[in-house]
């Protein structure tokens, strides 16, 4: 299931349809739908209702390197449980679980 | 009358902690919630563990987890007290109660309505064992990619 989501830049699932007559020529106008891959919402997914804030290991993904939340556009969550995750997060952080920036 | 609430209470302490003196705070917890007719549900220690940034000179702490059932009183009178200790490097007391009734309730809709799927289909409300097995490598997309290569490697 996670692995679905790990491969999200490269677009293998996709790639079927523009592949034929996808030549240089039309690879700027292909690229978009080329590269796109259906996002989904990992705890809609795996069903996870509580976001647990002390869950380093379920929270960790939505943190990029510099300690910021990842927005939904890039990670594909769900309204819903962005809005569970944002909490989580800021929680983990005042209790030093999570850094809320690195260097 | 203030009805009883449910809270998830962390501390952390130096690592270099007796283990004594983590205990006397413990008991110190302890009084503090039996003074408001609370009862702890559950304690659990998660040993020493890197902190995600410094806490003044700290770099590890001992986290204690404390799940309590109580009013809301006990909250701010254990607020101010652990602020007071200067064992406790940093505490945080997270209600609990109305998420996991929440979380609780979107499982419970969540099963019905799949139960009910099922059966409108004509399946027992409940997956077996060889459905379950079947959805887990349902997208194995590694045999084809594999496939197709070796196919191309043929042709030259």
Not at chain 1, 10 to 21: E, N, V
Not at chain 1, 75 to 92: E, P, Y
Not at chain 2, 60 to 67: E, I, K, M, P, R
Request: proline share 4%.
């Amino acid at each position: 299931m996670s692995d679905e989501r790990e491969g999200r830049g490269g677009g293998r699932g996709a790639g079927g349809r523009d592949g034929k007559d996808g030549k240089d020529g039309k690879d700027g106008k292909g690229r978009r739908g080329f590269f796109r891959r259906k996002r989904v919402c990992k705890f809609c997914v795996d069903k996870i209702d509580y976001v647990n804030y002390k869950d380093v290991k379920l929270l960790a993904p939505f943190i990029p390197e510099r300690g910021k939340i990842q927005p939904r556009r890039i990670s594909g969550v769900c309204a819903t449980h962005q809005r569970a995750l944002q909490t989580a997060i800021k929680r983990a952080r005042q209790i030093a679980l999570i850094p809320y920036t690195t260097d | 009358m203030s009805s009883v609430r449910q809270y998830e209470l962390i501390y952390i302490v130096p690592p270099e902690t007796t283990d004594e003196a983590l205990a006397e705070l413990q008991t110190q917890v302890e009084a503090i919630t039996q003074r408001f007719g609370a009862t702890i549900e559950k304690t659990e220690n998660w040993g020493r563990r890197k902190l995600a940034y410094e806490i003044g000179k700290h770099r590890d702490g001992v986290y204690v987890l404390h799940v309590i059932n109580g009013p809301a009183e006990l909250v701010t009178e254990l607020d101010r007290r652990l602020r007071v200790f200067d064992l406790v490097v940093r505490h945080l007391v997270v209600r609990v109660d109305e998420e996991l009734a929440i979380a609780e309730r979107a499982r419970v809709r969540r099963k019905s309505s799949m139960a009910s799927r099922r059966v409108r289909r004509g399946l027992p409300p409940e997956p077996t064992e060889a459905e379950k097995r079947r959805d887990h490598d349902d997208d194995d997309m590694d045999g084809l990619e594999q496939g197709f290569r070796g196919g191309r490697d043929g042709d030259r």
